[in-house]
């Protein structure tokens, strides 16, 4: 059964803001994607869009049939036409799509917004003001979709454009420092660090590109960073054969370089090698430059691919700090970039039983576990944390194979 990660597909939202900042949709299974397709609109979205639309137009409605007879057209004439401007907005100038029916509400009602919020009627004022609030969080939305359309840029025009937008970050804070003063501008800078923190240090964080953190299917994935290992590499795929096991291990590409034949009887017994770079710089890759960032994960997928015959298709950081500048390179080798849901923190923990806890207490299908050769008492947890799957029927033989991974050639 092949492996592959949780894709997210843009939910199908019709204003910027939900489509950025509404959630997504995780991408089911098989036939359940073309029902998705269909019936999976942005919930939230709607609802507030069916009470806010219809009641902003009223607003405007009542107020023009006021002004123009009196409460008693109004009065009478506010439904029949709120019902055709409704019509109107959403089935002539807005019948394309969904989408452009928003656009055609977002104008009109707009220019009567910013007109209203100079009304005497505190209502006319407070409906105006209501609906440029939500015009200016599709602002931010569209912001957001800007931001998510440049982290999509691959290869040497995303490193370009990543390390321009690097430089204009600081030059903004120094104009702020020079125009506004130090406090200000070590405000600015104080933001846009916990930002760029949020985006390096959180394994989950999506801020500078997609990030996988689950599996589809049954059963949970075993991810072994920091192979090979010439100690205990082959304890481990001895007690990986022994449960039935397989896993994906993230391999440094100068231990594959000195360990190939390490390299290559991993990917004999069944498992999946991934990029983890070349030299695992864990104290330095948060922080490297663009093109330090292209040679380690360059130099360790054609390491991985000269010696196993096929190329990684996964990525993981070095303790998974990706930096600013790794989407671009491992989309330009069609890598995609993993993180975990479990870890059991084993490079810095010597207690076994804790750590097993700490990764198959209350697991999910699809979670994805990390571990790390080359520890004390890796191995030892290994084989307590197979048990541990196995009589959880969490790890059975034909859920766990992994397809698509390199496999030695000749």
């Known amino acids: 059964m092949s492996r592959e990660t949780v894709k997210e597909r843009d939910n199908r939202a019709v204003t910027p803001w939900f489509r950025v900042c509404?959630?997504?949709?995780?991408?089911?299974?098989?036939?359940?994607?073309?029902?998705?397709?269909?019936?999976?609109?942005?919930r939230v979205e709607w609802v507030v869009l069916a009470i806010l639309v219809p009641a902003v137009l009223a607003a405007m409605l009542f107020d023009g049939l006021w002004r123009i007879g009196g409460p008693w057209l109004a009065g009478l004439g506010l439904l029949p036409a709120l019902f055709v401007g409704l019509q109107v907005l959403s089935f002539g100038f807005g019948r394309r799509s969904p989408r452009g029916a928003f656009w055609c509400w977002a104008l009109v009602l707009g220019v009567w917004s910013a007109w209203a919020i100079d009304s005497d009627g505190w209502l006319?004022?407070?409906?105006?003001?209501?609906?440029?609030?939500?015009?200016?969080?599709?602002?931010?939305?569209?912001?957001?979709?800007?931001?998510?359309s440049a982290m999509a840029v691959a290869g040497t025009a995303g490193l370009v454009l990543r390390t321009a937008l690097a430089v204009g970050v600081h030059l903004v804070m120094a104009w702020i420092w020079w125009r506004h003063g130090w406090y200000w501008g070590l405000l600015y800078g104080a933001g846009v660090a916990g930002l760029w923190a949020s985006g390096?240090?959180?394994?989950?964080?999506?801020?500078?590109?997609?990030?996988?953190?689950?599996?589809?299917?049954?059963?949970?994935l075993l991810t072994i960073d920091d192979g090979p290992d010439a100690e205990d590499t082959r304890e481990f795929l001895e007690q990986l054969d022994r449960f039935g096991a397989k896993a994906v291990f993230?391999?440094?590409?100068?231990?594959?370089?000195?360990f190939p034949e390490l390299a290559r009887e991993i990917v004999a017994r069944g498992h999946e090698l991934g990029n983890?770079?070349?030299?695992?710089p864990q104290a330095s890759m948060w922080c490297a430059g663009p093109m330090r960032t292209r040679r380690e994960i360059s130099d360790c997928q054609r390491a991985i691919e000269e010696v196993a015959g096929s190329a990684p298709r996964w990525f993981r950081a070095p303790v998974g700090h990706r930096n600013f500048f790794t989407h671009p390179v491992t989309s330009e080798l069609g890598l995609e970039v993993v993180a975990w849901t479990r870890r059991a923190f084993d490079t810095v923990e010597t207690d076994v039983e804790k750590m097993t806890s700490r990764l198959t207490d209350d697991l999910e299908d699809g979670d994805v576990l990390l571990m790390h050769q080359g520890t004390p008492v890796s191995v030892e947890l290994l084989a307590k944390v197979l048990e541990r799957l196995k009589a959880?029927?969490?790890?059975?033989?034909?859920?766990?194979?992994?397809?698509?991974?390199?496999?030695?050639?000749?």
């Not at 997504?24 to 994607?33: C, H, N, S």
């Not at 390096?200 to 949970?220: D, H, K, Q, W, Y």
């Open 250 to 258: 993230f391999v440094i590409g100068e231990k594959v370089r000195e």
């Open 124 to 148: 006319t004022r407070s409906a105006g003001w209501v609906w440029l609030g939500f015009l200016g969080l599709q602002v931010v939305g569209l912001l957001g979709w800007a931001w998510k």
């Open 276 to 280: 983890h770079t070349m030299t695992h």
């Open 392 to 410: 959880s029927g969490l790890l059975e033989d034909d859920q766990v194979v992994v397809e698509g991974s390199a496999a030695p050639q000749g």
């Open 200 to 220: 390096t240090f959180r394994p989950e964080s999506r801020l500078f590109g997609p990030m996988a953190t689950r599996v589809r299917g049954r059963g949970v």
């Open 22 to 42: 509404g959630g997504r949709l995780k991408e089911p299974a098989g036939d359940a994607v073309r029902v998705a397709e269909v019936a999976a609109l942005h």
